[in-house]
């Protein structure tokens, strides 16, 4: 370390530069960390730093190489027990301690190999919720793989249920499955528990049949239930017959596990030795691993030795040396990148490599990399299916993965969005074996939320006799919401970790607002809150069409907006969202493709230019600001015919109260109004014109294409009256003095229409975020968030529930 340079960032961590290197994010690039800090001398460690800060890729840290932390700072990491190579690289991306929905689901991912669900406010972390149990997953199935000079596809990392499975006969198999759902309703009352799930058992998927039939497996789930047996320690504990077992929450600390308590009740019944090593003290990992694996290669079944050119059951063959560990699929490409780059950074002084199979990228380069086994592969469904389809030998190990998440699954399993995700679970889902002992994370910030039934589900239904009978489709619940997620996934006994609050996937720290205003007057306010509070904004619009039509008017208003939408390069659309990240005063506007996931530090707003569709839309868009406990304001903007989608949103969010009013200076807005007349007629000039110049062109091509002379008298008819230009240029001359004109006056007072509370005059020089809170704070708001309360919302509500 030399002459590090301290300085206080915006979030108030001090940072300091040190002498490591993050390695390249590039797919290709799987250098060592070692070789690459041999290449940099301490010379040139100030330029290097300050240009690898400048070049920051989508999903690199700024913090990264830059923490003061120090080891001892980092002791709330270790009832983790995670390796040093992790805790040294979350030292260095300055993560002192682990956010609470990591402080949740971490003892259990980690100790327990649970199943997790894990539902949080956006911007909390899930991320390495799931990123840190699979790395230090990873990384105890090498070292064992290593020690023991065992195939990993040899070593069970979770235990399965489905051993005695394999080798029972058919009706047995039923039983088996029938338990596994049993198990599944065990959980949802084990989530019960304060700051979990409310949801409350339910027997949706217990057909009264397994009810009565399956009485004895019945009461192995409840012995389960006493004993914590789901609950695998992996600390070095001795073993003792236990005493006072209680939940799971309690084991960390409990000291004694007995044996039995490590293995499935499916081992105790068929194998003598399993029970014999009661006593032995040895390590839980080591114990239950040698244990299934010894069964499995005394019994042949359970575990499949991978060695070079095996066949499969669904006649997949595998043929490579290095193990695929993970797979990690997310719905959006960015969200992809950004994911293997933090994990990156994390993994970084492990070894492990992660590839990002994506489409819109050359597939070429993607097989190159999968090529060189990477351990991890994060992808979006499309490009990955592909792949897979096309026989990509590192990609014909999905079966047999040990660890699986499904970033955003909410949005990942919605019917008709990704058609890939079916066949890819069924191609996870091929060897039950596997499966079972496979581990699963599902995280998502509306993982819960439900939706109230569309008008025509709900009610009575007049029937063709004119009988009247109650509908039967009911609404559905978090807990069936639930359950349908473990069933598609192949989860078992998973973990659920809800903690989203009152605010249902919004973070505490967000301020949110409405301006209610004309659909005509749309584009004055969006101008207006863009210029009058310049900072970090994402706006997002509901079609690519929208947000083509405001980049081109913000473009002729001067704004520097960029755009990101589907229908982009890739290339662009990664390129846009580093600059929009790099400009403190960047303006992205978006189609909902980066409403999810994406972690653009300090974004200071997002606007709704329109009401998103659903209440998950609103919740992850508004999630780009206030992030990682900063604050963040998102202002909705509603025009009346959006009134009913307004209401709709409000209901499936509790809203009790409409959201405030963004105040608003109406002469300033007056006053832009010329402005953005004359900039939609050039607009629409400028619309027209290229049309003209696209059809000519066209037709020339055309022309020259077959030979053709084209007739003097064939002028296409959208051809422009050529003093067209000259118009298009006058008005574009006077747009521009319009704008070079100061668009609010200095000195300027303030008058908040809406509030008309001289002392909200004071806030000239504030962000918009406060301002919002000055008026949120003003009795006049109050007043007005009284009376709208049980009038015009109600009022919607109303109309919605008719
Ligand atoms: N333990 C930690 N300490 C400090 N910062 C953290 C910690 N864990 C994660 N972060 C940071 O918090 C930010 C948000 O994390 P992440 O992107 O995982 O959130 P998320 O919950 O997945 O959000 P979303 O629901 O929007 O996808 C990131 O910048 C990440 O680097």
Redesign the pocket.
């Known amino acids: 370390m030399i002459n590090n340079k301290k300085l206080e960032v915006s979030n108030g961590f001090i940072v300091e530069e040190c002498t490591k290197v993050t390695p390249s994010l590039s797919n290709d690039d799987f250098e060592s960390k070692e070789s690459k800090q041999n290449r940099i001398g301490k010379e040139d460690l100030d330029e290097k730093v300050s240009s690898k800060v400048e070049k920051r890729k989508l999903g690199e ?1 700024i913090l990264e190489s830059q923490s003061t932390l120090t080891p001892e700072d980092m002791l709330s990491w270790a009832e983790f027990k995670l390796q040093e190579e992790i805790i040294k690289a ?1 030292m260095e ?7 609470k ?2 402080q949740l689901s971490l003892p259990a991912a980690i100790h327990g190999r649970r199943d997790i669900l894990g539902a ?10 799931f990123g840190l149990p699979i790395i230090s997953g990873i990384m105890k199935l090498k070292e064992k793989a290593d020690t023991k000079n065992l195939d990993v596809y040899e070593i069970p990392y979770k235990k399965t249920s489905v051993k005695r499975k394999v080798a029972k006969e058919e009706d047995n198999k039923r039983v088996n499955i029938k338990r596994r759902k049993v198990r599944n309703k065990k959980v949802v009352k084990e989530s019960s528990e304060e700051g979990y799930s409310s949801g409350h058992e339910s027997d949706d998927d217990i057909t009264d049949n397994d009810k009565i039939n399956d009485s004895d497996d019945k009461n192995k789930v409840s012995d389960r239930n006493n004993t914590g047996e789901d609950f695998i320690e992996e600390i070095d504990v001795p073993f003792k017959k236990q005493k006072d077992f209680k939940d799971e929450d309690d084991d960390s600390d409990s000291g004694h596990i007995y044996l039995s308590e490590m293995l499935d009740s499916d081992d105790l019944a068929s194998s003598d030795e399993s029970t014999s090593g009661q006593n032995r003290n040895v390590n839980d990992d080591d114990n239950c691993d040698e244990q299934e694996t010894d069964m499995a290669e005394n019994e042949g079944i359970g575990c499949v030795k991978v060695i070079d050119d095996v066949e499969f059951p669904g006649h997949v063959k595998v043929k490579t040396g290095k193990p695929l560990y993970a797979l990690i699929l997310t719905p959006t490409r960015e ?1 992809a990148v ?1 994911i293997s780059r ?1 994990l990156m950074a994390v993994a970084k002084y492990t070894g492990i490599r992660v590839a990002t199979i994506v489409g819109g990228m050359a597939a070429v380069k993607q097989e190159r990399v999968l090529r060189s086994g990477p351990e991890i592969v994060v992808a979006t469904p499309g490009r990955l299916w592909e792949l897979v389809n096309q026989g990509e030998p590192h990609l014909q190990q999905l079966p047999y993965v040990k660890f699986l998440a499904i ?2 699954t909410d949005r990942m399993v919605e019917r008709g969005h990704f058609e890939e995700l079916e066949p890819l679970l069924e191609r996870l889902n091929l060897d039950e074996v596997h499966m079972s002992s496979r581990q699963n994370f599902v ?3 509306t993982l819960t939320m439900v939706h109230d039934l569309p008008a025509h589900m709900r009610g009575k239904k007049v029937t063709k006799n004119g009988k009247i009978i109650n509908r039967k489709v009911e609404k559905m619940n978090a807990q069936q919401k639930i359950n349908r997620l473990v069933n598609k996934i192949g989860m078992t006994n998973p973990k659920i970790v809800d903690i989203t609050t009152h605010n249902l ?1 919004t973070a505490e720290t967000l301020k949110e607002c409405r301006i209610t205003c004309s659909l005509e007057q749309k584009d004055a306010y969006i101008y207006y809150i863009l210029r009058r509070y310049p900072g970090r904004t994402i706006v997002f619009c509901n079609s690519i069409n929208s947000v083509k039509r405001l980049v081109q008017l913000l473009t002729l208003l001067q704004c520097r907006p960029l755009p990101l939408h589907a229908n982009m390069q890739q290339r662009q659309r990664l390129k846009n969202l580093e600059r929009f990240r790099d400009d403190p005063h960047g303006m992205l506007i978006a189609t909902d493709v980066a409403a ?4 653009i ?1 300090d974004v200071d707003h997002v606007v709704h230019y329109q009401v998103p569709r659903t209440a998950e839309n609103y919740v ?1 868009r508004s ?2 600001t206030a ?2 406990n900063k604050e963040g304001l998102t202002i909705l903007m509603m025009e009346p015919a959006e009134a009913f989608t307004y209401a709709k949103l409000c209901r499936t969010l509790n809203k009790t109260a409409e959201l405030a009013n963004f105040p608003v200076e109406m002469e300033n807005i007056d006053a832009l109004k010329n402005t953005i007349k004359l900039a939609r007629e050039v607009e629409a000039m400028e619309v027209r014109r290229g049309r003209a110049n696209r059809a000519s062109t066209w037709r020339e091509r055309a022309a020259r294409e077959m030979d053709m002379v084209i007739d003097e008298d064939d002028v296409p008819t959208t051809q422009l009256d050529p003093s067209i230009d000259k118009v298009l240029q006058a008005k574009k001359r006077e747009l521009h003095t319009l704008i070079s004109r100061p668009l609010f006056p200095r000195g300027y007072s303030f008058k908040y229409p809406t509030l008309n509370d001289p002392r909200a005059l004071e806030g000239s020089q504030d962000n918009a975020l406060q301002v919002m809170k000055k008026a949120l704070g003003t009795g006049e708001q109050k007043k007005e968030k009284r009376k709208t309360k049980n009038h015009s919302m109600l009022q919607l509500q109303k109309s919605f529930k008719k």
Request: no cysteine; glycine share 16%; net charge positive.
């Open positions: 840290n979350l991306l300055g993560f002192k301690q682990p956010t929905i990591q949080a406010e956006t911007g909390s972390g899930k991320t390495l919720a969200l950004q933090h970033d955003e995280f998502s910030a996937g999810r996931g994406l972690d530090p992850h999630g780009r992030r990682a």
